[in-house]
């Protein structure tokens, strides 16, 4: 039978039934664990009643959080599969620990599927400044969720601040762990700013990224130097076109300084 704790983490991890029916598909195994399979769709049946939320995880998450005992081997044996299907010979010494290799690379550059960004480190304007702040060039690497190829660039964080400032390391941070995930561009910049708005309230707040996908690059149009660029507005610079003038000026001018030093 499934234990309380196994049920408890479904219940805690999926999102929507469609979610919980997904996972439970791939995980092909479920009747060598000993499992009831009509037992599970019961439950997956019970849980469909749940009003839909917004999707906060995908199936590598909720994978992840279930006791599968050979977690490990099974990630590896599926990668070795994709492979084998490609027709490569992993007998070759430079593809014998490719599966291994992949499934690590993956855990890291999807950690933070799932997981929203922790405590954002603030201090109370006491100075009450009331002008743009600007942090610029901030580098990332993030996943395409439609190749899973990367895709990687730079984006301004700006905002003007209310009765708290940020810590100057935070906008990098808070860019850092949204990046790891297989998403859109578009996902990122407003993940980005969503976190940074709940986290200090400004009176607005911009987040721009520019950055160049690798699924236009090496494969497709192969279009090798160019470059997409998406923006997400909150507050004065999304309802005040002189604060938004104002922004874009000092990203430029940023962008002057820094092929001048």
């Given at each position: 039978m499934l234990d309380q704790d196994v049920l408890s983490r479904f219940r805690e991890h999926a999102?929507?039934?469609e979610l919980l029916v997904a996972t439970l598909a791939m995980w092909a195994d479920v009747e060598a664990q000993g499992y009831d399979p009509e037992e599970v769709e019961a439950f997956t049946l019970e849980e469909s009643r749940w009003a839909p939320k917004q999707r906060k995880a995908i199936q590598v998450n909720l994978i992840r959080q279930l006791p599968h005992p050979?977690?490990?081997?099974?990630?590896?044996?599926?990668v070795r599969s994709l492979l084998e299907v490609q027709g490569l010979d992993l007998t070759d010494p430079n593809t014998k620990e490719t599966p291994d290799r992949i499934c690590r690379m993956?855990?890291?550059?999807?950690?933070?599927?799932?997981e929203e960004f922790g405590e954002v480190k603030s201090f109370p304007n006491d100075g009450g400044y009331d002008q743009i702040i600007d942090f610029s060039f901030l580098h990332f690497s993030s996943?395409?969720?439609?190749?899973?190829?990367?895709?990687?660039?730079y984006a301004w964080l700006l905002y003007v601040?209310?009765?708290?400032?940020?810590?100057?390391?935070?906008?990098?941070?808070?860019?850092?762990?949204?990046?790891?995930?297989?998403?859109?561009q578009e996902t990122l910049a407003h993940d980005v700013l969503q976190c940074f708005v709940s986290a200090i309230r400004p009176l607005g707040a911009m987040v721009t990224?520019?950055?160049?996908?690798e699924c236009m690059g090496c494969r497709g149009v192969k279009q090798y130097e160019s470059s997409m660029g998406t923006n997400a507005l909150y507050g004065n610079?999304?309802?005040?076109l002189a604060t938004r003038t104002e922004a874009l000026s000092i990203i430029t001018q940023s962008i002057l300084?820094?092929?001048l030093l």
């Open positions: 999102k929507e039934r050979n977690y490990r081997d099974w990630k590896r044996e599926h993956y855990d890291e550059v999807f950690c933070n599927v799932g996943t395409c969720s439609h190749h899973f190829l990367p895709f990687t660039g601040p209310d009765e708290i400032v940020v810590g100057a390391s935070k906008p990098a941070r808070i860019l850092e762990h949204y990046s790891k995930r297989p998403q859109l990224i520019r950055a160049h996908h610079f999304k309802e005040n300084m820094k092929k």
